[in-house]
């Protein structure tokens, strides 16, 4: 059996994506947190897209949600 946990790190603040997203990512990308993700709110469809396709780079996973 399987007991080992996965965070979800969410670049959320109150429910929403925060501007700084992808500063704070590129400033804890090197942490053993391997699920990342952020809500379709509040970031333009071209940050969301540079986002995930970092994320990937760096070999997290990408989760995102809709509000």
């Not at 501007?19 to 947190?33: D, G, L, M, V």
């Not at 391997?34 to 760096?58: A, D, R, S, T, V």
Request: proline share 1%.
């Amino acid at each position: 059996m399987d007991n080992s946990l996965n965070l979800i790190v969410m670049l959320t603040y109150n429910d929403v994506t925060v501007n700084n997203a992808y500063e704070i990512f590129e400033k804890c990308k090197n942490s053993k947190a391997e699920y990342w993700g952020f809500k379709e709110h509040n970031l333009p469809i071209k940050q969301m897209k540079e986002l995930f396709k970092y994320m990937k780079q760096c070999g997290k996973k990408n989760i995102s949600r809709s509000c």
